[in-house]
């Protein structure tokens, strides 16, 4: 059985993933933004300069993997 990814962006502090409209926060992981790729959610991260992030690489049999974004401050 072919297995399905999503790539998510979530905030680790609060657990709340960014919403598909790219503008607010749900708690709902179905409502959440499906990236098309890792450096989509990077990029997204880094030019919102976004801290305390996590990209969620969400499997369909419920399996994740977590890569935490570790950025410098800020310049």
Known sequence: M???M???LQR???????DEGLKAWTSQREKAHAFPNF????MFCYD???KGMQIVSA???KSD???PILLKDWA
């Open 2 to 4: 072919k297995k399905h």
């Open 6 to 8: 999503t790539i998510i």
């Open 12 to 18: 680790k502090k609060t657990s709340a993933f960014v």
């Open 39 to 42: 450096l989509g959610a990077l």
């Open 48 to 50: 919102r300069r976004l």
């Open 59 to 61: 499997f369909s049999d």
């Open 65 to 67: 993997f977590t890569f």
